[in-house]
């Protein structure tokens, strides 16, 4: 794998079901609907770079608010 490629592994493998779940209430905050099965395959990426910009913002927001009530 060349140097800077992401591998896309989750550091803490008991966090992925809570990021599972708070990536399908991200996709479904910004209007998209994920098949029952999960499979996401028909969506395009634009929509799903969205969804990871808005898990982003929302993380950040969420740092910011525990720093500020410290």
Known sequence: MAA???TN???VPQARPA???FKWETA???GINIPEG???GDIPS???GAVGGN???TMIQSYEQ???GR
Do not use: H, P, T
């Open 19 to 21: 990021l599972d779940r």
């Open 28 to 30: 479904k905050a910004v």
């Open 38 to 40: 999960g499979y996401g």
């Open 55 to 57: 898990m982003v913002r």
């Open 46 to 48: 634009k929509m799903w």
């Open 4 to 6: 800077g490629q992401r």
């Open 66 to 68: 525990s720093l500020a």
């Open 9 to 11: 592994q989750v550091l």
